[in-house]
């Protein structure tokens, strides 16, 4: 099978917008009147990224998830996106399952491909998404002020979970271990949550590489200090986890990346208007923190008392 005739077989599809669909030498996108366009990439490379054991539609669906988060973090609804797909030869079952995830998620956000390019080489995967949002409405990591709360959506800690399952550092039960797996290789972007957000955060950021690292793009951003909650973050593990030590939790829910939440700040005015935000998107939403004027990030367990771990966050180069 040659390259274009992989392309017409597993991703060509009718696009409704973009005049062109996919096939030309460029996509044509024209966002709604009033509405600015957000544009994200990511990557995916094999064995950084993801194990070689990883179900194809499960894969799939992750990489254009890790793109859709971005969105949601801006608060943009998803329009398109290009997908650049390096392989190291045609397998069809692979080709059949990967596109078949892609394009289960990309369908239920209304999400089309219309263009990309494709390669011989080491498993490689890259999307770039488009979305819209109005003007001026956009959710940016600069808005964070004294005195916001922090929010968290959904879970923390349990892709990171499964990645300790797979070194072989700890023992979860069969159910956990699936239940585990399913948040590291088949995340929930947080869409809906992020489009609910406009006019209500003050700032949001998606968890990918830490709870930590990602925070601290808020904070770097807005020049502000924050205080953090270490037990009301952990607590967010979803797995039935017994017998694993508070350090390891902590480590998992706090640094350990690949969770594509949103932590976000908002007003204490606006803790309401959050909640229900949660509600009408069907996204679970918990305060794990406060917004400080003092720079730096200070972690405290439940009682206020300093924790003295050091967390950090993924970084590709390090």
């Known amino acids: 099978m040659g390259e274009f005739d992989l392309i017409t077989r597993y991703f060509k599809r009718p696009a409704t917008r973009s005049p062109l669909g996919v096939g030309d030498d460029c996509a044509l996108l024209a966002p709604a009147a009033g509405m600015q366009l957000a544009v994200s990439s990511d990557m995916l490379v094999e064995g950084r990224h993801f194990l070689s054991t990883v179900d194809p539609a499960r894969l799939g669906h992750k990489a254009l998830a890790v793109n859709l988060s971005d969105l949601a973090a801006c608060g943009a609804k998803p329009l398109a996106f290009t997908l650049a797909l390096a392989l190291p030869g045609v397998d069809e079952p692979w080709l059949e399952g990967f596109s078949r995830g892609l394009f289960a998620l990309a369908d239920a956000h ?3 491909l219309v263009g990309g390019d494709t390669t011989r080489g080491p498993l ?3 999307i770039t998404v488009f979305g819209e949002v109005p003007a001026g409405a956009a959710l940016l990591r600069s808005g964070a002020r004294a005195r916001d709360d922090i929010w968290v959506s959904g879970t923390l800690g349990d892709a990171r979970l499964a990645l300790e399952m797979f070194r072989g550092t700890v023992a979860l039960s069969a159910e956990a271990f699936e239940s585990t797996r399913m948040r590291m290789e ?3 972007p947080r869409v809906a949550l992020g489009q609910a957000l406009r006019g209500i955060a003050s700032s949001a950021v998606d968890v990918s590489d830490g709870l930590i690292g990602d925070l601290g793009h808020i904070l770097g951003s807005s020049g502000v200090g924050a205080t953090l909650d270490a037990d009301a973050a952990t607590a967010l593990i979803a797995a039935e986890a017994p ?15 690949d969770d594509y939440e949103l ?15 949660g509600l009408n998107s069907a996204t679970r939403v918990t305060r794990i923190g406060r ?3 003092d720079a730096g990030l200070r972690i405290v367990d ?9 967390f950090g966050s993924f970084d590709h180069f390090v």
């Open 302 to 310: 439940a009682t206020g008392a300093p924790v003295s771990q050091r």
């Open 186 to 188: 088949q995340p929930t």
């Open 291 to 293: 917004i400080e004027a």
């Open 263 to 277: 932590v976000f700040t908002a007003p204490t005015s606006a803790r309401d208007a959050v909640t229900q935000a």
């Open 110 to 112: 209304g999400c089309e």
């Open 243 to 257: 017998g694993l030590r508070t350090e390891l939790l902590r480590t998992c829910a706090l640094s350990g990346g």
């Open 124 to 126: 490689n995967i890259c």
